[in-house]
């Protein structure tokens, strides 16, 4: 029989032990007898046997260089684990997506759970407390405007490159007459709904062509994910030609990260203008907080092979440093184990998975060990 | 005394497989069914197996550490391991060695003893360090010999408590007397170096059990042989 033994320990930051527990794990789970039984029947390249990865997306295994590789070992963080998959072909993962995992997820366990219920995250992030500016455009090459008012729109499309909470947006504008109330919401589609409005007096602007600055500062918080397109929607309703909001622009398009849009009919469709002169991008920053936090994957070490009869282990070991700040409990955790497929392609499977009881709480600065020791008994 | 204590048969007719392998273990069904040349049953047993092997976690653990050799190319270190092979050798094995690895390959085809499933006559209880059957039956027609089928597997499947799929071989009495089968066990094909850092095949056993009073298999009749790998939560 295989077995295996879980030790959990914690660890100070000046590497005191503070805690020392061992349980029964219980919960090989059906994707670890996949990846054997791939390599008993020693499936090749084409006659792979599918089953779900950590995301759920059934994913195809064979044989092909490695023999179902059920790589468990790997470097800390973000660094790769590389196999072969093919002559001179490789795959590739990220380290922290190969061995041992720890979550938040309380449900038990199942033969045919394929990923950790809340995994926590490799994450050397401490959410921050003050807001940053993320994207702007205040390069003006060509000076222009914009208006809008009534049922003309205006549109401003950017893209974060890092993922935070929206809080604040800032734009530069002056007003003809008196356009009244403006609503500037945030959408991830221009027809999509709004995910934040705020609105401000637009009879309180300045006249004045050059415009000012207005701070629109959003009370919800939508989270922009890197590399999401955003909009950023502007109307004034109660306007109209005479009575508009003017929005400060570069007629040259330089901003890479998106462009202008508008709309003649309330949002309903939308057109952009491009090209030199013609460009129409609205000079704008945006601010934000990135909140991710998580848990320092170190290196998972799979070493200590021992026999004395009847008996035979070795251990499979990953130390987690919280440096997130705050605490962060401990429910369960698993194994992620690598296995490839001949198209040059790789995934991470759960191979096992255990709720930890009771759980282990990992104050902000502690080291928690999870060791993992299978056993074989004749 | 203990592994003596331990191996005392759980020879059960009906057995569920369920009782057989408990919460937290990933262990081995055994079934042994003796057909006529009618297909018709004359005996049937199931077993807990309770032997995986010294090889066994030899080989999981090059697997999971992801040992990889190459070639002579390579400047430093060749990482391999040692695992004894069934004849007794001392083989450098790799997760990867050049381009092939097929570690744990139990897919032998009609008359191949080398690796799947393998039945003998040796009594002895199984030792951790046991690399071979005690007393191999080989492949053939003749005097103690039995005809190897070629190994089958079932899918893997689960249900909310266990997984498991299954190896499968057929060992055929064509030999004009009974033959009684005491012990049975799993051998697994591996890529290892050799010389001038050349790779070839070798075999190591990974999993044997012995069966309590042996079975009987007269002449005329199959022995199907059913490892079934089991893990329960």
Not at chain 1, 22 to 46: E, I, K
Not at chain 1, 240 to 261: A, F, L
Not at chain 2, 25 to 48: F, S, Y
Request: proline share 4%; net charge negative; hydrophobic share 35%.
């Amino acid at each position: 029989m295989l077995k295996a033994d879980i030790i959990l320990e914690k660890f100070n930051d000046k590497g005191r032990r503070l805690q020392r527990r061992r349980q029964r794990s219980r919960s090989w789970t059906r994707n670890f007898l996949g990846m054997l039984y791939v390599a008993h029947a020693h499936l090749a390249g084409g006659e792979p046997y599918s089953q779900p990865d950590i995301y759920g997306n059934g994913r195809q295994m064979d044989i092909e260089e490695r023999g179902v590789p059920v790589i468990v070992a790997s470097p800390g963080g973000l660094s790769v684990v590389t196999s072969l998959t093919d002559y001179d072909e490789d795959a590739n993962i990220s380290g922290d997506l190969v061995g041992i995992q720890v979550g938040e997820g309380t449900t038990p366990a199942a033969p045919a759970d394929h990923a950790m219920e809340s995994r926590i995250p490799h994450s050397e992030h401490v959410p921050e407390t003050a807001d940053r500016r993320g994207e702007c455009y205040l390069t003006q090459v060509t000076p222009g405007e914009r208006e809008f008012y009534g049922n003309s729109w205006y549109a401003l499309e950017f893209q974060p490159v890092w993922p935070h909470e929206l809080w604040m947006v800032k734009l530069k504008f002056y007003r003809e007459g008196l356009p009244g109330t403006v609503t500037v919401s945030i959408r991830s589609s221009l027809t999509g709904a709004d995910l934040a409005t705020e609105t401000f007096d637009g009879d309180l602007l300045t006249t004045d062509p050059a415009g000012e600055w207005k701070d629109i500062n959003f009370t919800t918080k939508v989270q922009l994910s890197a590399w999401a397109t955003c909009y950023v929607v502007m109307r004034a309703t109660g306007g109209n030609s005479t009575n508009s909001i003017h929005v400060i622009c570069d007629e040259d398009e330089v901003y890479e990260g998106g462009r202008n849009h508008y709309s003649t009919n309330g949002g309903g469709s939308w057109n952009y203008h491009s090209g030199s002169s013609y460009a129409y991008c609205c000079l704008f920053e945006e601010f934000g907080r990135n909140l991710d936090k998580g848990i320092i994957y170190g290196g998972c070490e799979v070493y200590g092979l021992s026999f004395t009869h009847p008996n035979g282990e070795f251990r499979i070991r990953r130390n987690f440093h919280n440096a997130s700040g705050a605490s962060c409990t401990i429910n369960e955790v698993g194994i992620y184990a690598f296995g490839t497929h001949t198209s040059e392609q790789g995934w991470a499977y759960l191979i096992a998975r255990d709720i930890v009881s009771p759980a282990v709480a990992v104050a902000d600065g502690e080291i928690l060990r999870v060791t993992y020791v299978p056993q074989i008994t004749v | 005394m203990r592994a003596e204590t331990k191996l005392k048969p759980e020879l059960k007719k009906t057995s569920p497989y369920s009782r057989l392998v408990r919460p937290g273990e990933l262990g081995l069904i055994l079934e042994l069914t003796v057909k006529d040349k009618d297909g018709r049953v004359t005996d049937r047993r199931t077993m807990r197996g309770k032997s995986f092997l010294r090889q066994f976690l030899e080989l999981l653990f090059i697997q999971m550490s992801g040992t990889y050799t190459y070639g002579s190319s390579y400047p430093y270190h060749q990482p391999v391991m040692y695992v004894k092979d069934i004849n007794g050798y001392l083989r450098p094995v790799a997760a990867s060695i050049y381009y092939h690895g097929d570690i744990f390959d139990a897919d032998a085809g009609v008359g191949s003893t080398g690796y799947g499933i393998v039945a003998g006559a040796g009594t002895t209880p199984p030792n951790i360090d046991d690399y071979n059957l005690e007393s191999m039956i080989g492949h053939g027609s003749g005097a103690g010999q039995m005809g190897y089928g070629a190994m089958t597997f079932g899918l893997p499947t689960s249900d909310p408590t266990t997984s498991h799929f299954t190896l499968t071989r057929d060992f055929s009495n064509s030999s004009g007397v009974t033959i009684t089968v005491n012990e049975v066990g799993v051998r697994v094909k591996a890529n290892a170096l050799k010389y001038n850092q050349n790779w070839d095949t070798a075999y190591f056993l990974i999993i044997r059990d012995v069966i309590s009073g042996g079975i009987n298999v007269p002449n005329g009749q199959t022995l199907t042989v059913n490892y079934r790998e089991q893990a329960a939560i």
